[in-house]
């Protein structure tokens, strides 16, 4: 059974610090890696999908890598700003042998960023 | 402008009573999703499909039934069955069955009175 862990449950760094998340999955024949922010009583919003044959992407301060043979993801927050303080989930992709898919969501890190 | 719409944001149910959930996508997807969101948890899948009048159990499909029968709606109906109603639903949509982004709606609270 895939087991998504995100580490650290919960973060708080002073603006302006650059910053990783982690993330890790116990079985690496995934499709693909999604990244999502949560604000509080918000649904979840897209960051950046990583495709099981990539290694990284990037959008704006955002840089998403994905080492499946190990079966971990990172994303990097550059420059941190009071406007990142929100919950990062986690989640990848199966394809079962039944043909059905599915995505697995880790239970994500709480970011705070300090003005 | 195209997204996935869910209503209502807040919806509180009597215990015994079925309520049914609204998601909408103008987006032209092919694929619609519910999950839970439970404190302290991740999002566990309910129920799915890929394709207009076809949908699969998820993880935690007791006590809720779903619909498809058009393309762009996927109701969800929390039935008296299901024990612990009181969450946060999530509905979600992809393009086709493959490696394309998911996209959320920005869920709805049921609290059960």
């Known amino acids: 059974k895939q087991e998504v862990t995100q580490i650290p449950a919960a973060l708080s760094v002073p603006e302006g610090e650059n910053l990783v998340l982690n993330c890790s999955f116990t079985?690496?024949?995934?499709?693909?890696l999604q990244w999502f922010r949560q604000d509080p009583g918000k649904g979840l919003t897209s960051l950046l999908l990583?495709?099981?044959?990539?290694r990284e992407q990037t959008s704006g301060r955002l840089n998403a890598s994905l080492d499946k043979s190990s079966g971990r993801s990172t994303l990097y927050i550059a420059a941190s700003q009071p406007g990142d303080s929100a919950t990062y989930l986690c989640a990848v992709r199966l394809i079962t042998q039944g043909g059905s898919e599915k995505l697995v969501f880790g239970k994500g890190t709480k970011l705070t960023v300090n003005p | 402008d195209g997204g996935i719409t869910q209503s209502p944001k807040y919806l509180f149910r009597k215990e015994g009573q079925n309520v049914t959930l609204s998601c909408e996508q103008n987006?032209?997807?092919?694929?619609m999703y519910w999950y839970r969101q439970d404190p302290g948890q991740g999002l566990r899948l309910i129920y799915y499909s890929q394709i207009v009048n076809d949908f699969q159990k998820g993880d935690i499909a007791e006590g809720y039934s779903v619909s498809r029968e058009k393309k762009e709606s996927f109701p969800l109906t929390v039935t008296s069955a299901q024990k612990n109603p009181t969450a946060f639903y999530l509905c979600a949509s992809r393009r086709d069955r493959g490696g394309t982004e998911a996209f959320f709606g920005q869920g709805t609270r049921l609290t059960v009175v």
């Open positions: 079985d690496s024949a995934i499709y693909n």
């Open positions: 990583i495709q099981s044959s990539q």
């Open positions: 987006l032209n997807h092919d694929a």
